[in-house]
């Protein structure tokens, strides 16, 4: 019985030191994952800022605070956040001043005690060099502390939902303009297409307009030729009549004068004959 006794004392010893341990691990990471968390959360606020371009003419030096976060005044990054940042800078990060160690071991009792008295208690058994005064403040920078990084959390998480809205806002825009984009190109292609038809049916029309002008020259020419050689053979056929006019002329002349010979040498014999 007695080694029984022992050995579940040994064990109970045992799980009191893990159940020890393990708190101060889990309150370990707990911090770091709320360190981590409020680093990221101010990155991202941070996001929309470090798209916009750099001006070197409003750079100005970061300041570091015991988060390894940055403080910045800029319109983009939110109250609460720059609250926070604020507080932490100025009141000993996120351990308000403590050590690491110290500050975990405050935690782990406050989350045990029940009761303001009782906590008090507890903090003055293990931290006898530490005045009540201290721990008071310690404490109420920690219900500050809080309260601030509840305010930050909602900040961030209201920035996230705005975020996410304008997101979804500007990808429906980004939709829509290509939509848009889409319907302008194939209008656009529509109205070249259109414009083509059009220049060749001008082009066939002009085509179609010299041939007719052509037809009509050859047409013209044509006539001209015929109106020529009607013409010249007018010409031609005066020519010939005014020849023919001219030789009978010459003809009629021609036997009136021998006409006239005749008759005078018929009266010339009938003078001859009357001298005889």
């Known amino acids: 019985i007695e080694i029984c006794r022992k050995s579940l004392m040994e064990l109970q010893n045992k799980i009191r030191e893990f159940k020890r341990t393990n708190d101060e691990s889990f309150q370990r990471l707990s911090e770091e994952e709320s360190i981590l968390t409020d680093e990221i959360m101010f990155l991202e606020s941070k996001t929309d ?3 916009q371009p750099i001006n070197n003419s409003v750079l100005k030096p970061v300041v570091k605070s015991i988060s390894k976060s940055y403080i910045s005044n800029t319109d983009n990054t939110r109250k609460e956040i720059l609250e926070f940042q604020k507080f932490l800078q100025d009141h000993g990060g996120h351990t308000g001043g403590w050590s690491e ?3 975990l071991l405050f935690l782990r009792l406050r989350n045990k005690s029940k009761g303001k008295i009782t906590f008090l208690s507890l903090l003055r058994q293990h931290f006898p060099d530490i005045s009540a005064d201290a721990m008071l403040l ?6 500050q502390y809080e309260n601030l990084k509840e305010k930050q959390r909602e900040a961030i998480k209201d920035w996230k939902a705005t975020k996410m809205v304008n997101t979804c806002a500007q990808t429906t825009d980004i939709k829509q303009k290509k939509v848009e984009s889409k319907e302008d190109a194939e209008k656009k292609k529509q109205k070249i297409l259109e414009w083509k038809r059009t220049l060749q049916l001008k082009k066939e029309l002009e085509n179609k307009k010299h041939w007719e002008e ?3 020259e050859l047409e013209r020419e044509k006539k001209r030729r015929e109106i020529q050689e009607l013409k010249k053979a007018e010409v031609e056929r005066y020519k010939e009549d005014k020849l023919n006019e001219q030789h009978t002329k010459m003809v009629l002349k021609q036997m009136k004068e021998l006409q006239e010979l005749e008759q005078r040498a018929a ?5 001859l ?3 005889r």
């Not at 009266?267 to 003078?271: D, E, R, S, V």
């Open 101 to 103: 160690e110290d500050h």
């Open 214 to 216: 052509k037809q009509k």
């Open 138 to 143: 310690h404490e109420e920078w920690y219900q």
């Open 49 to 51: 800022e470090w798209n």
């Open 273 to 275: 004959k009357g001298f």
């Open 267 to 271: 009266q010339a014999n009938t003078l």
